[in-house]
């Protein structure tokens, strides 16, 4: 077993580090429910899912999983899948009920007891303090593109961490930022449903000073041993041709998709290109004296989310869209081959193209694939039976990705398969299961499908079983 050695590119029989993570990820407002429960308050997700029109089927997260009461049944079925580490996100609105002022007791309460539960079962806890349901009342003060925001992320920070500090080892401050600024405020279609590109650009600073603001709290509060990290969805992106033309729509779309975040977070300045790119939206003068070197402090691990290259060319697309000042730069082209049930096509090169990029550009930094998963249209058969051949191939295509990263010398030290559960997927509602097991709404009742199985057994060896 090594971690240098060349390795064919076979994805069976492969064999990961020892101390390679493995484990699941889930979101708060996917799973939790119990949306007005113990103190809770709206999240921009709760408003956004009752705009008619705004999630399929008018599916809001009420309910979701019921996660919320069924944390301890959840937390054994993990423990019953040999689960080695658990990545989950806080509710903002049910631990500091309208984004400012004392945390709730209950709320705290919850996430204390799912954290213990998690280590009484040997399963380590990666706490991630946003994942996108902002208190409704921040949005209705202005929101990310406020400043504002950004130092009442801080104050949530320190209550988290205060009451957490001490047990939970891996903290990551943002999940995917791109998707709060980009699909949020200007393409739209999430919450809060804005189509401001300018705003957008303003969220995406405001969310990287919070990110900042955030480490300097949590390392404050949890201690030296404490892992803190950032996940972006970062693009893998593949120009359409070897054109001039093509490779240029592929810089701009870099950098609005990728730069915009590793370029202040790693680096502490936002690329020239970008700021030239989007001058008729902005001048950039929200970005404050100070801000970059508070955006810049030191993380100590990356985690990345992939499911699928961006394949882009010189051309246009439609408005609203999510890449501010690119719409008459850029169009999107589908990459060939099978789709999952996003109809997002299956390309594990793209994961491997990602790794072995952020090798090269952020040396020294360790990765953690914190999401990567396919959504089937999975069904329990007449014998309580959930059969997806399809996932495991995804997820044996990825895994074998992520191994040829190592052999060629990424330092990613862990995959977590995105989804735990079935749940609630933002503006699809519950009509795409991410889950490798399979919730069946009406019931509540848990069944791991055919990859959860097979997960288990991959997480038992450390590695792909020969087949
Ligand atoms: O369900 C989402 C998750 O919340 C963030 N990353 C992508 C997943 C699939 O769309």
């Not at 090594?2 to 101390?19: I, K, N």
């Not at 449903?193 to 480490?215: D, F, I, K, Q």
């Not at 030239?276 to 070197?293: E, H, M, N, P, Y």
Request: glycine letters at 8%; aromatic letters at 10%; charged letters at 20%.
């Amino acid at each position: 077993m090594t971690t240098t050695a060349p390795r064919p590119a076979t994805a069976s029989g492969l064999t990961f580090p020892p101390a390679f993570r493995w484990g699941a990820a889930t979101a708060a407002y996917q799973i939790e429910g119990a949306a007005d429960e113990d103190g809770r308050t709206p999240s921009i997700w709760d408003t956004f899912s009752r705009r008619p029109g705004a999630v399929r089927n008018g599916d809001t997260g009420d309910v979701a999983a019921d996660h919320y009461h069924r944390m301890r049944e959840d937390v054994a079925l993990m423990a019953s899948l040999g689960l080695k580490d658990y990545r989950f996100s806080v509710s903002w609105p049910r631990v500091q009920p309208a984004g400012r002022g004392p945390a709730s007791a209950k709320g705290l309460d919850f996430y204390r007891a799912l954290v213990d539960e998690l280590l009484a079962q040997g399963i380590r806890p990666m706490l991630t303090l946003y994942h996108w349901d902002l208190p409704q009342e921040l949005e209705d003060a202005g929101g990310w593109p406020e400043r504002d925001t950004a130092y009442r992320f801080a104050d949530y920070a320190e209550l988290v961490a205060g009451a957490l500090g001490d047990r939970v080892p891996t903290w990551t401050t943002l999940n995917e930022p791109w998707c709060a600024a980009f699909l949020g405020y200007a393409e739209g279609v999430h919450a809060p449903g804005r189509t401001e590109p300018a705003s957008a650009l303003r969220a995406a600073h405001h969310l990287n000073l919070a990110h900042g603001l955030a480490v300097g709290a949590l390392r404050e509060l949890t201690g030296p041993a404490s892992e803190i990290s950032l996940t972006l969805n970062l693009a893998a992106i593949r120009p359409l041709s070897d054109s001039p033309a093509d490779a240029e729509a592929a810089r701009r779309i870099d950098a609005l998709a990728n730069r915009v975040f590793l370029d202040p977070v790693f680096h502490g300045r936002y690329p020239e290109d970008l700021r030239a790119d989007t001058a008729q939206l902005t001048d950039w003068s929200f970005v404050r004296d100070g801000d970059l070197t508070t955006v810049s402090r030191p993380v100590d691990s990356l985690g990345i989310n992939y499911y699928t290259p961006t394949v882009v060319g010189a051309g246009s697309h439609p408005l609203p869209s999510p890449w501010p000042a690119a719409q008459d730069h850029a169009r999107f082209a589908p990459a060939p081959g099978p789709r999952t049930a996003m109809d997002w096509p299956v390309d594990a090169d793209g994961l491997y193209e990602l790794l072995v990029r952020l090798r090269d550009e952020l040396p020294g930094t360790a990765l953690l694939v914190t999401e990567n998963g396919a959504a089937y249209d999975d069904y329990a058969d007449p014998a309580g039976e959930v059969h997806d051949p399809e996932r495991i191939t995804y997820l044996t295509a990825h895994l074998g990705a992520v191994h040829r990263a190592l052999a060629a010398g990424v330092d990613v030290r862990g995959y977590f398969l995105w989804s735990l559960l079935d749940n609630f997927e933002w503006a699809y509602g519950y009509s795409k299961r991410f889950g490798m097991v399979h919730v069946d709404y009406a019931s509540q009742r848990r069944t791991p499908k055919d990859s959860a199985l097979w997960y288990a057994n991959v997480v038992a060896r450390g590695g792909l079983p020969r087949g």
